[in-house]
């Protein structure tokens, strides 16, 4: 009987550290997945532009992502006055002097050329336009939920193209690149 007891006694005690040792795992994998969800990520990508074709462009492109959104804003000098068109293009290949190596306008869903959200159709990489004052300064900003960073789907990721700046304007008609003319200014998206 004694035995009894004291197995009864053994077996009780097993089971309730079981028990409580199982409740305190659920509660840390609990709180670990509480954790992770409350953390957003934010990707921030900062890129320098190359001058092409004989200019003396430069300046940066900075790309950010967070919750889906994508932000550029691309800072430049050296440009001439007046307005000019940048586009991201295929490639993210700025090894030739004309810039011609970047290919296209990154296109990925084979729309014709046109102006950002446009309803006859545009190209991903179809930024715009932008002035530039006397003092050779340009910027442009975008926000876009169009695009991603390095999240692998081919018709959004900006990462392996190139950002063009061009010499001349875009006229938002002519296909397939606008007659923007020459590409004064390249930058690889690349992480």
């Known amino acids: 009987m004694k035995n009894i007891k004291l197995v009864t006694i053994i077996f009780a005690l097993v089971f309730a550290t079981s028990c409580k040792n199982d409740k305190k795992e659920e509660v840390k994998e609990t709180e670990v997945e509480e954790v992770v969800n409350e953390v957003s990520k934010e990707k921030k990508l900062v890129i320098t532009l190359s001058p092409k074709s004989d200019s003396k462009v430069e300046g940066t492109v900075t790309f950010k992502e967070k919750d889906g959104i994508v932000s550029m804003t691309a800072n430049m000098t050296g440009l001439t006055e007046g307005e000019h068109a940048i586009h991201i293009h295929e490639k993210a290949d700025c090894s030739s002097p004309d810039g011609k190596s970047t290919g296209g306008h990154w296109n990925p869903t084979g729309q014709p050329h046109g102006k950002w959200k446009a309803e006859t159709g545009y190209h991903k990489g179809d930024i715009g336009n ?36 061009h010499q001349g304007t875009d006229d938002f008609t002519s296909q397939p690149s606008g007659a923007a003319g020459a590409r004064v200014s390249c930058a690889g998206i690349i992480e």
């Open 130 to 165: 932008f002035k530039v004052a006397a003092d050779g300064q340009g910027v442009v900003s975008l926000t876009t939920d169009e695009w991603c960073i390095g999240c692998g789907d081919d018709t959004k990721d900006i990462t392996g193209k190139a950002v063009i700046v």
